[in-house]
């Protein structure tokens, strides 16, 4: 089974071979910064894959895209259950994207499920890229009402001990800001849940992280990690504002030290530095 | 902080056979769950025994005599793939004591942190956690959400009625459906026929229908896998028309039927994706 985007079109679609898995295996690496030792465990050692329901898109004689589904068996009660496929990968070479090859990728893929029976599709994936699917190849792609939750607890301070060093690494070649952290001196302790508590005082050379000598804070910030982390991510100030009302995250100490730490937050953020510390 | 003794119950490593026991566990907790695939001995071995980054100390279980009631499998990074507990047994004692050890083993491994998603209705498993300082979020925030996408709407419809079909409801209706926006191989009208007890999916139009549902295949396919309240509100957003319109009472009750009201839960084992 193989098809043509068009009569122009210089790319090709069909079902994946033998020949084909070295330079498909290599695309994935590349493409999902996957070990070889995880693709071969993911699909050749998988008892489940069926290299039929894999589709490749070819551009004069190379890869440039493929997508893989592994048929499964969903259960949707304790008694039924389903003739499914789950996606597994879907890529597009970065030279090829804009070309419509994903969409066709799909609606070849559709063929395959509509020839084996399959009932349904499904998959994990992000929101923002599950709207650009269903905008442009996925019809009729819903998202289940969330009901699991991911329980996370960090075991020492090394994610924030990594951000610190970034940080202090932009500060020493900023003068502009080094020069407003001689004014500060603030110690923060944070005590978060799922995180070790530590401590951060700015100033007035650099920025320092404790986690043994935890005493005498000026501000002590009482929250949840995972919370904190969405909220900064997101960038949304109404989550933020909304957790201080709902006292999800508590402030005490100096109110006056507090608002100085605002300015140089903000002078921060201003400078990008926030951004490139939460990449 | 130690893993707590029980006077009922050991921890074990994983042994050569036991894959047996823990598959058969595994399905009878989360038989009500969507999502999971059912555990054979094949695929349990690839999902986890086979696993990169998978060490055989990384299984934990706990057991009574004999008994099996409760495991898990830890990644030396801190991911854990499956953790299973009897809920007859003393399910805290269990838990608890799987998450301490889970905790003991990735700090000898050099791990940052630990991972583990369950399903959000597991109290237990949910108040342990709370114990034990780790923070909750939703699974969309770290992994993405469920999205399903049904290829063949007939069959789909159909299968669900079937397994429905014992329930006596006493409906006495033929209900066309027209699907907006179906993909091209799909049929855009779907008829059920419900007399007398007996439940039938036809396609084709050539019916006389007593009720007829205008609407597109996503708003459907929410309808059936959300709750009652979305149903109301894609009639009142008219996603979802309803001919005539005081039969609208009659199609939500069979729609209320027809729904699949069990939660989703997929453990990070059947998740083949590079973990960090």
Known sequence: M???????????F??????????????????????NEFLVWKYKLNPDFDPSFAVVAINNGQIVGCTFWVPRCLKISKSTAFRATFSTDAF???????????????????????NKKTIINYSVIKPDLAKHLQRRAAIGLVALPASTLVYKKYL?????????????????????????????????????????????????????????DLSSPDLKIESDFALLTYIFKNKNILNLVKALLMRKIKFSGNILRAAKLYTIFNYLRQAHVIDIVLR | MGIPQSSEYYLRTYRHGDEADLTSLFD???????????RTPAYWKWCIQSRPNLEKEGIAIVANGDNIVGYTAIE?????????YDPSCEGKTIVTMLLSWCVEYVNRHGGNSIILNAPAQDDITRQVCRELEFSEQPFANVFGALFLRVVNFPQFLGKIVNQKKNEKKGFNET????????????????????????????????????????????TISLCIYGSPRRLYGEILKRRLRIRPFWKTPRAVKIFSWIQIRNPWYIPIADLPIPLE
């Not at chain 1, 193989?2 to 090709?12: A, F, G, V």
């Not at chain 1, 050379?205 to 043994?212: A, G, L």
């Not at chain 2, 699907?179 to 419900?194: G, K, Q, T």
């Open chain 1, 2 to 12: 193989s098809n043509k985007m068009s009569k122009e079109s210089k790319y090709s």
């Open chain 2, 76 to 84: 030396k990074s801190g991911n854990i793939l499956e953790l299973c």
């Open chain 2, 28 to 38: 009878k907790v989360f038989k009500y769950f969507i999502g999971f695939v059912p």
């Open chain 2, 175 to 218: 209900i066309l459906i027209k699907l907006r926006e179906v993909p091209f191989w799909c049929d855009d009208h779907v008829i059920l026929r419900i007399r007398k007890g007996r439940i039938a999916v036809l396609k084709g139009k050539k019916v006389r229908p007593t009720i007829t549902i205008d609407t597109d295949i996503s």
């Open chain 1, 156 to 212: 020492n301070c090394s994610i924030i001990k990594e951000k610190v060093s970034l940080l202090n690494t932009i500060i020493e070649s900023n003068r502009k800001l080094r020069a407003k952290l001689t004014e500060m001196n603030v110690r923060m302790l944070f005590r978060l849940r799922g995180f070790p508590s530590f401590l951060i005082k700015i100033g007035p050379d650099k920025i320092h992280i404790e986690e043994d």
């Open chain 1, 92 to 114: 597009v070479h970065p030279d090829h994207r804009g070309h419509g090859i994903g969409r066709n990728l799909v609606a070849f893929e559709n063929k395959i499920l509509e």
């Open chain 1, 14 to 35: 069909r079902v994946l071979t033998s020949e084909d898995e070295d330079e498909v295996m290599e695309l994935l690496k590349n493409m999902s910064n996957s070990s």
